[in-house]
């Protein structure tokens, strides 16, 4: 999709540039935005990092890692050499002023240059534990003092628990203003999770029925079949419920359940998902062993390959007692969804690799169908794959063909890659373009942020005092604890089971 209407001059200063995240995410995004005519004529990306590397090295590094990641194959020469023009290099130590004045020359002269004052982003791809200093840096170097263009863009983790989290907003906000500072959650650019908010608020079909008197229950499951692969370190410190459902399986729960917004303003639209994390009911200490479930992956079998388990990772302790995988039921205390359950789960080594939203819609009032006619009957169910299949399903019952009557579930389906030709943007190229735009509808506020982590930490001080004994407790390969199925089954559900996609 090509565009006529560009941004202003933008500079991305990358803290961080010569990890994995800009290799395989931020410059793959950045020139395929490029390619579709997004990025303004006077545009700029500095890397900046302790490496010591040359600007030639560094542009070849990158151009290796757009050929790997990028949604549209190897780049080709002319179009590549072109784009590299605009990325310039710059060793510096995060902690060291000389950096930042650096920096204000850099962009200074590319303002003087261009004759206009640019957008300054500052891309945050580095540790957590170098967000706070660098962030006073900038703040304190006046990088950003221009609060209309000057941003910055925070990665996931934001805190290890509500405690830090605020103190890390009180933080940001010292040195720039909620306007400027872009928490970003890539789940939220994915084209599925963003068509969730059209499926509801477009279409008169669904909305009179999303509420607790047509709906039984709803379901979010992210799992993976990979392992922390060579995440050890942090996954050891984090887990399965800071590392996904404080956030990403979070942030799902508030686009399926928040009321319409006036506008698509982005405060609008950021009220309306911080009123559902506030209306979250909150788990006592006494009973999160009734609402949540954990578990660790052991050794078994992938794809027809042996895996090893969790605690034969590599920097993983031998008697890790780290969850890597989460299951958790919610209600939403308000008059929409009283006393509907919202099950979250999420693990690492499980049976397949998927994002799915499952929404189970409650039985017809009165069955007037004779019992031999409804032997298959199943629940109306609607389905919204986020991954690795994009697309929507509606599940309802039909007369089977035939001289009598018999009920069959059968599938209304939405499916991106028969609907639409044209190449799907990967999360990342959304999100840096709303950034570059000065769009922050689709990035968390201070108050959400706090609001999800009050909400999981009852779960997280009781799992951090009480490490489970029971580790490793389900094999690779599998969909996880048997403790999982007991948690939905007690209210009469079943963990949804997808199905293989249809050739």
């Known amino acids: 999709m090509e565009n006529t209407q560009k941004v202003n001059p933008t500079i991305i200063i990358i803290l961080g540039a010569t990890g ?33 590397i040359s600007e030639k090295s560094f ?10 990641f990028s949604r549209r194959g190897k780049a080709k020469k002319t179009e590549w050499d072109k784009f590299s023009e605009c990325i310039t290099y710059l060793k510096g130590e995060f902690d060291d002023d000389a950096t930042y004045s650096s920096l204000e020359k850099k962009t200074t002269a590319l303002e003087k240059k261009w004759g206009v004052a640019a957008n300054r982003i500052f891309y945050l791809a580095v540790p957590p534990n170098s967000f706070e200093e660098i962030a006073m840096k900038i703040g304190s170097s006046g990088l950003a003092r221009n609060k209309q263009q ?9 805190g290890h628990d509500l405690d830090s989290a605020k ?18 959650d890539h789940y939220l650019g994915k084209e599925t999770v963003q068509n969730i908010l059209a499926f509801r608020f477009a279409n008169a079909l669904f909305e009179p029925i999303w509420n607790r008197n047509y709906i039984e229950s709803v379901q979010i499951s992210v799992s993976e079949q990979l392992g922390v692969e060579n995440r050890g370190n942090y996954y050891e410190t984090a887990g399965a419920l800071r590392d996904m459902i404080q956030n990403h399986l979070m942030q799902l729960v508030c686009l399926i359940a928040m009321e319409p917004p006036v506008s698509f303003e982005a405060d609008e639209v950021r009220n309306r998902k911080v009123d559902v994390l506030n209306a979250l009911r909150k788990i006592h200490p006494f009973e999160v062993n009734q609402f949540a479930v954990r578990g660790q992956y052991g050794a078994g079998w992938i794809n027809g390959k042996k895996v090893i388990g969790y ?6 302790s031998a008697t890790s007692a780290k969850e890597t995988f989460a299951a958790m039921k919610l209600f939403i205390d308000n008059w929409r969804w009283q006393g509907v359950p919202i099950y979250l789960r999420t693990g690492k080594r499980m049976n397949e690799t998927i994002s799915v939203i499952t929404v189970q819609f409650k039985p017809v009032p009165h069955q007037s169908f004779p019992p031999e006619t409804i032997g298959n009957w199943q629940p109306n169910t609607l389905t919204i794959n986020i991954q690795p299949h994009m697309g929507i399903c509606l599940n309802f019952q039909a007369k089977r063909p035939g001289l009598k009557m018999l009920l069959y579930p059968v599938d209304m389906s939405f499916n991106y890659e028969e609907s639409y030709t044209s190449g799907t943007p990967e999360a990342y190229e959304t999100l840096l373009l709303d950034i570059m735009e000065g769009d922050s509808t689709l990035f968390m506020r201070a108050d959400q ?18 490490p489970a004994e029971n580790f490793p407790n389900y094999e690779a390969g599998t969909t996880g604890p048997e403790d999982a199925e007991a948690l939905i089954a007690r209210d009469g559900h079943t963990w949804s089971v997808t199905l293989p996609e249809k050739k």
């Open 20 to 52: 994995d995240l800009t290799w395989r995410k931020l410059i793959p995004a950045v020139y395929n935005l490029y390619l579709d005519n997004w990025i303004p004529d006077s545009f700029e990306v500095i890397g900046v990092s302790r490496k010591r």
């Open 59 to 68: 542009r070849e590094h990158l151009h290796d890692g757009v050929n790997k």
């Open 150 to 158: 000057g941003r910055i863009v925070i990665e996931k983790p934001f």
């Open 167 to 184: 103190h890390l907003n009180d933080l940001l906000h010292s040195n720039f203003d909620e306007c400027q500072i872009y928490r970003i």
């Open 311 to 316: 605690r034969e990772e590599p920097d993983v």
């Open 449 to 466: 942020v706090e609001a999800a982590w009050k909400a999981v930490m009852p779960i997280i001080d009781l799992w951090d005092a009480n």
